[in-house]
């Protein structure tokens, strides 16, 4: 497990899980030739993708950004994505001394599998919340396309990773940019979906941007290597240019969920990686 310290603020990387992915949909319109020598393929021609799920410690609370793949795949699901690596997120919270009843805040940059199947756990063949004192940040559109999906969103919003959720009573929806706690804000930018978001954390003058699945890894810094899976590929080109240079203008930390490579790092205006965590 990484860890970083922005301020105040602690970053703790957990095991969500390790998977793989048709490195040509990751890179959409990026031939192979050129992406393959910054990523190569594990096998044939898919790539490794990790869901590291970050657990934030504040002064004022405890966050989990993303919940990673969750231990509800079935083994026809496992087979599909060459499942690597299971869901180990309780064992890890376990390692850092904290119990799952301990976090206040669960948000998700989007409600694809690879980020919301943690949300609710199997546990003894029943459907729990995995976090059940806390409350799910979810932009209020994005909930809207998880109540009704079209023929393309339905392959990625699956409804049992959100069984029980709005009878919890913790369902937070969010309409646009909002400061969650102090140092913390959420960011409606859309692109990769229609409610998707994207999350700052600020402490004592040191800065942290999770653009979420708008820079999955660092390799897709390019702002034209977009991947397959955007719904709105021309909108993601311009919002990657657009908090990027933000990102780099305040010296902040990239943080990524999905990276193999590394968890954290700060670019210069070129794009290379300048440190890295």
């Given amino acids: 497990m990484s860890l970083l310290r922005i301020g105040e603020v602690e970053i703790h990387w957990l095991r969500g899980g390790v998977f793989e992915l048709d490195g040509g949909t990751m890179f959409g319109p990026v031939p192979k030739v050129l992406w393959e020598k910054r990523y190569p393929p594990?096998?044939?021609?898919?790539?490794?993708?990790?869901?590291?799920?970050?657990?934030?410690?504040?002064?004022?609370?405890?966050?989990?950004?993303?919940?990673?793949?969750?231990?509800?795949?079935?083994?026809?699901?496992?087979?599909?994505?060459?499942?690597?690596?299971?869901?180990?997120?309780?064992?890890?919270?376990?390692?850092?001394?904290?119990?799952?009843?301990?976090?206040?805040?669960?948000?998700?940059?989007?409600?694809?599998?690879?980020?919301?199947?943690?949300?609710?756990?199997?546990?003894?063949?029943?459907?729990?919340?995995?976090?059940?004192?806390a409350r799910y940040v979810i932009q209020k559109r994005e909930w809207e396309d998880v109540k009704n999906p079209n023929k393309r969103s339905v392959h990625s919003f699956w409804s049992i990773n959100f069984e029980g959720i709005e009878e919890s009573g913790n369902l937070m929806l969010i309409d646009g940019d909002h400061e969650l706690i102090p140092g913390i804000r959420l960011q409606l930018t859309g692109g990769h979906n229609r409610g998707h978001q994207i999350v700052w954390i600020e402490s004592n003058g040191q800065t942290a941007i999770h653009l979420g699945d708008l820079l999955p890894t660092h390799v897709h810094f390019n702002p034209l290597w977009v991947m397959a899976y955007d719904n709105y590929p021309l909108e993601v080109i311009e919002l990657k240019e657009k908090y990027e240079k933000a990102g780099i203008e305040r010296g902040a930390w990239f943080l990524f969920y999905h990276d193999p490579f590394l968890r954290a790092c700060r670019f210069n205006e070129k794009g290379d990686v300048v440190e890295k965590v």
């Fill in 42 to 133: 594990s096998t044939d021609n898919n790539i490794l993708l990790f869901n590291h799920p970050m657990l934030l410690i504040t002064p004022q609370a405890k966050l989990i950004i993303e919940t990673g793949l969750g231990n509800k795949l079935t083994d026809k699901q496992k087979r599909i994505y060459n499942l690597k690596e299971e869901w180990l997120l309780p064992e890890d919270l376990s390692r850092i001394g904290i119990s799952p009843e301990e976090i206040d805040y669960v948000v998700l940059t989007h409600c694809d599998f690879d980020h919301a199947g943690g949300l609710v756990s199997k546990i003894q063949n029943n459907l729990k919340p995995t976090f059940p004192k």
